[in-house]
């Protein structure tokens, strides 16, 4: 995927990703002649998709982890996760989120909890002193 | 205006370089693998696990070096077949010392595979994901030097064809077959494609042969794609049937995978 500015001529440079946190993705791309700066735009679907390829818009800022797919999407058959606490989850680095999911995740089996909810995650975080997580 | 391919300066994002790095992170770990062959059938249920399974402790019994990739990504069933326990650093190692890597070590016993993502139309990237989960298996493993790397695919062409992108060259092929000639019409089907996509069809295993299973699929698949029958596996093979069935696989070397340079 590549964006053109059609009054220059010119091939628009990636300029910035933003991840809202709702599923979605937007990365903005600016004109190097004229300073025009265009947003993408891309709904959970399409989000997943460019995801599922294991590569990210704008580019890797650190190495690939080894199962970083697997263990950041690969749902391991404890607790649920409602959509707002996969909202959440979605926002931890790429390379410890599956650490993170399964620390939630052990927490709530332990406790008998068949849904992690973002109280939920608040609770675990400070229990278990997990703040920034 | 100009099109797609007349753009050509660099990007930030790099998403060719991305998926360029993917294929040569595969190359490099399968760089101590000497020969991958695909164990396939097209048909389910006839027994390509157990074939795979036994044919590798065969080997490693032999003295070979072997590891096994579970690419039934829905229905894994190696680990168990070679009692594998999971270990947080893949390959998991089982018995005859056979090395495996399969997704049912990242699953709670009796889970489906599934993946976060928006449940709505999720036909659209599911592919892409179980794709990907392949290529992590392939790549993310440290094999170290192996004689044998076994795939077993599960039934259907799908993973075949994924697999044959991730390597970059198609994978030499076993085929899987009971004696019927349902099983026949299915697995020719899968052989036609293997040999279509450039695989090499090393020969034909037939399982489950001398009980109610009625038919002649291996000879009439052998003598249409000029391939050997290997070997005819009873319901019940002794050790001594699995060995040699190990000495008659094909012991040449297969294409190496190449990693393929960045698409635009």
Partial sequence: MKFLCVECDQQMAFAERHIPGDGTLAATFKCPKCGRVVAMLTNPMETQLVSSLGVEIGGRTVPAEPFEMVNATVVTGGPSWSTDAQERLARVPNFVRGMVKKIYADYAKERGITEITPAIMDTARAELGLEGM | ?????????????????????????????????????????????????????????????????????????????????????????????????????????????????????????????????????????????????????????????????????????????????????????????????????????????????????KGSAADELAREFEVPVIARMPWHPSLEEWSALASRFPQAAVPRPQAPGPRP
């Fill in chain 2, 1 to 213: 205006m100009r099109t797609y391919h007349q753009l050509t300066d660099p990007d930030r994002s790099g998403l060719a370089d991305q998926i360029g790095a993917q294929r040569r992170r595969v190359a490099e770990q399968l760089a101590g693998v000497k020969r991958i062959v695909a164990v396939m059938s097209g048909k389910g249920g006839v027994g390509k696990s157990y074939v795979t399974a036994h044919l590798a402790r065969a080997l490693a019994r032999g003295g070979g070096a072997v590891g096994v990739l579970d690419a039934d990504l829905n229905g894994p069933t190696i680990p168990g077949l070679l009692q594998a326990a999971p270990t947080p650093r893949p390959p998991a190692v089982g018995l005859d010392g056979v090395k495996c890597v399969s997704m049912g070590q990242f699953l709670d016993e009796g889970a489906p595979l599934a993946f976060t993502g928006p449940p709505a139309e999720s036909f659209v990237w599911r592919g892409a994901m179980e794709a990907s989960a392949l290529r992590e298996l392939l790549g993310d493993v440290a094999w170290g030097a192996l004689d044998f790397l076994l795939l077993d695919l599960p039934p259907g062409m799908q993973r075949y064809l994924e697999l044959c992108d991730i390597l970059g060259n198609p994978p030499a092929v076993l085929t899987v077959t009971i004696p019927t000639p349902e099983s026949r019409d299915a697995v020719r089907r899968a052989m036609r494609a293997a040999l279509e996509r450039g695989s090499e069809l090393l020969g034909i295993v037939e399982n489950m042969v001398g009980g109610e299973l």
